[in-house]
């Protein structure tokens, strides 16, 4: 069974001209970059029923392939080849309720927006479902994606980040169930030996994750579903002095707090309430909406467990944070 799919991944089409990537052998590699994205979702355990959602998750593993091959400005549509598999036999758009005559007409959904409008998500043949449940047919497809449509010089790359996503996965699953078990000291799990990539992802999964891509300290939430997020995972205690990956050192924060934070013109009190710096507002600074943050609650994880370690708060307040 599994030599007929092999063919069929063989044989996707795609575009071809000289505007694609020598490194995707001047075709387009959305379609390849989707089926591994998706392949690695199987992997992490992630997908439990035949029925591929278009969710943050898979954007982000799609953004992350598609860094490996694409300009840095290059800006990849996950839309396009999750629509347009349709068309490989063996993945099947499942419309929305009322939006079957949509789906049935073939028009072409272009945008993120317009598949979150129309779609439940996609559907693989039953069989190919089967195979994406085993590890070594997983295996298989995946090495016969990246060596049919990716030159030699980019296939180690993407074997690596493949690597990389399931290594980042299980250490963010690893760090929030150890924040969570009892008897683990407070605001400190040991640091386990990964490689930089994936203990820096697998961290930024885990505290984002957390606080359900919420800016702990204004409060804004703003996601994708191709994957794009508006918040990081940002250590109290930086890593280079306390090596210390606990969610409980960590806050999701949205990139203006984050270098705020980091610059010390905002901290967290104890008692989890924000605290702004006096020289947030000095000499020709315009801090804007920063500026009413002072005395707010901070905004933390609905799972108590996973909010700040005082500690952790404490030594910024004493070593970051700008009191005068």
């Known amino acids: 069974m599994i030599d007929r799919y092999i063919k069929r991944f063989k044989k996707l089409r795609s575009d071809r001209n000289a505007n694609w990537p020598a490194g995707s052998l001047h075709r387009s590699p959305y379609k390849p970059i989707l089926l591994l994205s998706v392949i690695d979702l199987f992997a992490q355990g992630s997908v439990t029923s035949n029925l591929i959602r278009l969710t943050p998750d898979l954007g982000e593993l799609f953004h992350l392939y598609c860094s490996q091959i694409m300009p ?118 040991e640091w386990q030996e990964k490689q930089t990539p994936a203990r820096d992802q697998g961290f930024r999964r885990a505290v984002v994750t957390a606080y359900d891509h919420r800016c702990a300290l ?55 309430i924000v605290m702004t710096s006096p020289r947030l507002v000095i000499d020709q600074n315009i801090p804007g909406h920063l500026a009413t943050l002072d005395g707010r609650s901070l905004i933390g994880p609905q799972d108590e467990v996973l909010w700040p370690d005082p500690n952790s708060l404490k030594w910024h307040l004493r070593e970051r944070f700008r009191k005068f």
């Open 72 to 189: 840095p400005d290059w800006r990849c549509n996950i839309a396009m080849p999750f629509f347009h598999l349709s068309r490989e036999g063996f993945w099947h758009l499942v419309p929305l309720p009322e939006k079957e005559s949509i789906v049935a007409s073939g028009r072409p959904l272009r945008s993120v927006s317009l598949l979150s409008d129309n779609l439940k998500g996609a559907r693989l043949d039953e069989a190919l479902y089967d195979l994406m449940c085993v590890e070594k047919s997983r295996d298989m497809l995946r090495t016969v994606l990246i060596e049919s449509y990716f030159a030699p010089e980019i296939q180690q790359k993407f074997v690596e980040q493949g690597i990389i996503n399931r290594e980042a996965f299980e250490y963010s699953q690893t760090l929030l169930e150890q924040a969570k078990q009892p008897g683990v000291r407070e605001g400190k799990i």
């Open 218 to 272: 204004c409060g804004i939430r703003v996601t994708t579903p191709d994957g794009h997020t508006a918040v990081v995972g940002a250590h109290v205690i930086p890593w280079s002095e306390s090596h210390n990956d606990d969610p409980r050192n960590g806050l999701a924060l949205c990139y203006l707090c984050h270098w705020n934070f980091d610059e010390g013109l905002i901290g967290v009190s104890t008692k989890y």
